[in-house]
């Protein structure tokens, strides 16, 4: 079956004041590292209202939609802009998560990986924040679940920021697990082990600054991969952030190209065992340019390796 690529011009059009490091050339450099790659790939359809609606309440959408100006910018957190094209491109972007699981689970794909932006993990219920609108990973589980009937899914995130928002967002969902691995502490301050979610149902790893490859190797070998198949998902998302690389200038963690090639390769060998195969990745983190173009061409290659 392969691996998809799913993504959308409209991604280009969230645009942010110069300087910010989500920025449009993320997903530029993302994609030239992909062209190469021979994918199946499809245009990200938009998330319609009932798909949000899945993970955050009507009154947040609607304040969304009115704060979109017209021309320049505005500002809704201390570093989360919006600009005219801003809410298209986060609906084209968690509309490819829905798309994502779809495809997945009717055998379209072996797997997928969503190249759109703005990121997700961390907009909350009602909160916009650290560069996201809307919980794409939250919102792939939540489908898979209520749509699909599945009854077990798994939210995997390796980016260096907390993914504050997925684990807000299915903290009371029984059916998810969610597993992080982030610099402690860090922006957003969340993360702590002792963060267990309301039906023991989230893991979180915090790794010390300045620490790289062989650190998280050892908690995700120790602790999330054999949590993973002990939950034994029947589908896997993956929050796949990639400022955890030595260059990224965000954060302090020492992680190379090998150390994302690693993760991906377990992640995928747990669904192998537990689910056919079926992982959803989606783009989340990542502001060395490239750095980025580096690890994501990585990532996209151990799914190809995995989906045959």
């Given at each position: 079956?392969?691996?998809?690529?799913?993504?959308?011009e409209?991604?280009?059009?969230?645009?942010?004041?110069?300087?910010?490091?989500?920025?449009?050339?993320?997903?530029?450099?993302?994609?030239?590292?992909?062209?190469?790659?021979?994918?199946?790939?499809?245009?990200?359809?938009?998330?319609?209202?009932?798909?949000?609606?899945?993970?955050?309440?009507?009154?947040?959408?609607?304040?969304?939609?009115?704060?979109?100006?017209?021309?320049?910018?505005?500002?809704?957190?201390?570093?989360?802009?919006?600009?005219?094209?801003?809410?298209?491109?986060?609906?084209?972007?968690?509309?490819?998560?829905?798309?994502?699981?779809?495809?997945?689970?009717?055998?379209?794909?072996g797997?997928?990986?969503?190249?759109?932006?703005?990121?997700?993990?961390?907009?909350?219920?009602?909160?916009?924040?650290?560069?996201?609108?809307?919980?794409?990973?939250?919102?792939?589980?939540?489908?898979?679940?209520?749509?699909?009937?599945?009854?077990?899914?798994?939210?995997?995130?390796?980016?260096?920021?907390?993914?504050?928002?997925?684990?807000?967002?299915?903290?009371?969902?029984?059916?998810?697990?969610?597993?992080?691995?982030?610099?402690?502490?860090?922006?957003?301050?969340?993360?702590?082990?002792?963060?267990?979610?309301?039906?023991?149902?989230?893991?979180?790893?915090?790794?010390?600054?300045?620490?790289?490859?062989?650190?998280?190797?050892?908690?995700?070998?120790?602790?999330?991969?054999?949590?993973?198949?002990?939950?034994?998902?029947?589908?896997?998302?993956?929050?796949?952030?990639?400022?955890?690389?030595?260059?990224?200038?965000?954060?302090?963690?020492?992680?190379?190209?090998?150390d994302?090639?690693?993760?991906?390769?377990?992640i995928?060998?747990?669904?192998?065992?537990?689910?056919?195969?079926?992982?959803?990745?989606?783009?989340e983190?990542g502001?060395?340019?490239?750095?980025?173009?580096?690890?994501?061409?990585?990532?996209?290659?151990?799914?190809?390796?995995?989906?045959g």
């Open positions: 079956m392969g691996t998809a690529l799913i993504t959308h409209a991604c280009l059009g969230h645009v942010t004041p110069e300087g910010h490091p989500e920025q449009v050339a993320r997903l530029e450099h993302v994609l030239a590292a992909l062209e190469p790659l021979e994918l199946l790939r499809r245009a990200a359809v938009p998330a319609s209202e009932d798909d949000i609606l899945l993970v955050h309440p009507a009154a947040y959408l609607a304040r969304l939609r009115a704060a979109a100006p017209e021309a320049g910018y505005h500002r809704i957190d201390g570093d989360t802009w919006l600009s005219p094209g801003t809410v298209a491109a986060a609906c084209r972007a968690a509309g490819s998560a829905v798309q994502a699981v779809d495809m997945v689970l009717a055998g379209e794909a797997n997928v990986f969503c190249a759109v932006r703005p990121p997700g993990h961390h907009a909350e219920r009602q909160t916009a924040m650290g560069f996201c609108l809307f919980g794409n990973a939250a919102i792939a589980a939540r489908h898979a679940l209520e749509r699909h009937g599945l009854s077990r899914v798994a939210v995997v995130d390796f980016d260096v920021h907390h993914g504050n928002g997925t684990q807000d967002l299915l903290w009371d969902e029984p059916r998810a697990l969610v597993i992080t691995s982030q610099q402690w502490p860090l922006w957003p301050g969340s993360g702590a082990a002792s963060e267990r979610g309301g039906h023991d149902n989230v893991l979180n790893l915090p790794l010390e600054p300045h620490s790289g490859g062989a650190e998280m190797r050892a908690a995700w070998g120790d602790l999330a991969l054999p949590r993973l198949r002990d939950f034994a998902p029947e589908l896997i998302v993956i929050s796949a952030g990639f400022d955890a690389h030595a260059d990224d200038p965000l954060a302090e963690l020492n992680w190379r190209t090998d994302f090639r690693w993760v991906t390769r377990q995928c060998a747990v669904a192998a065992e537990c689910c056919s195969g079926r992982v959803v990745s989606t783009l983190g502001y060395d340019l490239n750095a980025l173009a580096r690890a994501t061409r990585a990532h996209v290659e151990e799914l190809m390796r995995a989906a």
